[in-house]
């Protein structure tokens, strides 16, 4: 299995508190991916990285930002957390492009 | 942009039977396809993928895709299932070019459920 974990796995919060999921892999690669999972929808990327402060927006940003300060370590942060970001949230990796990307175990936050 | 339709959302099989789930993709460009798999609880895993070279593809546990560069589709076959192989299946695409930073557009996945 590659190298990637996440925390917390589960989290509970309050609409308006800002939230930091975090992404750990050690496997060095590149490339690293949030992306959420909600029933119907598949999964739909958030933002993600090509390397060390090089991120960009995904297909639903909106209310996320992240941070990549190292190689190893991607955080994704919800500034005022709401109640429609109550998801899965998944951390990918990969190494280069075409190439598989390793899934996370998940984080599950519940916004009540 | 790029998109991927997943015609099924539930598929039920009896264990041994034949079965195909259904993706459809749409892109300009050239595109790599990826089927995952999600067991429960669990993030996803590769089970296989389409870069180039032969359409159809293989996984090590009987499943295979045909790439259909005609019909836009990459369809996913498995000729006997298992108990086992009940989970939820998602078809992904991604931009082929040398700035998608391999990012994957997802279908709305399947979920298969083999019975005894």
């Known amino acids: 299995d590659a190298g990637i974990t996440q925390s917390p796995r589960h989290k509970v919060t309050e609409t308006g508190t800002p939230v930091t999921l975090r992404c750990h892999q050690t496997?060095?690669?590149?490339?690293m991916y949030w992306y959420r999972q909600d029933p119907g929808h598949g999964l739909r990327l958030i933002h993600y990285s090509y390397g060390v402060k090089d991120t960009d927006k995904g297909e639903v940003s909106d209310g996320y930002s992240v941070s990549r300060s190292k190689t190893e370590d991607f955080l994704l942060t919800l500034e005022s957390a709401t109640s429609s970001q109550t998801s899965v949230y998944f951390c990918?990796?990969?190494?280069?492009?075409?190439?598989?990307?390793?899934f996370g175990p998940g984080t599950r936050l519940t916004v009540t | 942009a790029q998109s991927v339709t997943q015609l099924d959302s539930q598929v039920p099989v009896f264990e041994e039977a034949p079965v195909e789930l259904r993706c459809n993709y749409s892109s300009s460009v050239s595109v790599y396809l990826f089927w995952y798999v999600q067991y429960p609880n669990q993030g996803l895993q590769l089970l296989l993928k389409y870069l180039s070279g032969s359409t159809l593809v293989e996984s090590i546990n009987g499943f295979e895709a045909e790439f259909n560069k005609s019909q836009t589709s990459f369809h996913l076959r498995k000729p006997s299932v298992h108990i086992s192989d009940t989970a939820e299946y998602f078809c992904?695409?991604?931009?082929?070019?040398?700035?998608?930073?391999?990012?994957?557009?997802f279908g709305q996945g399947t979920i298969l459920t083999v019975h005894p």
């Open positions: 992904a695409v991604s931009d082929a070019g040398g700035t998608s930073y391999g990012k994957l557009t």
């Open positions: 990918a990796i990969s190494e280069a492009q075409g190439n598989e990307q390793y």
């Open positions: 496997e060095n690669h590149r490339y």
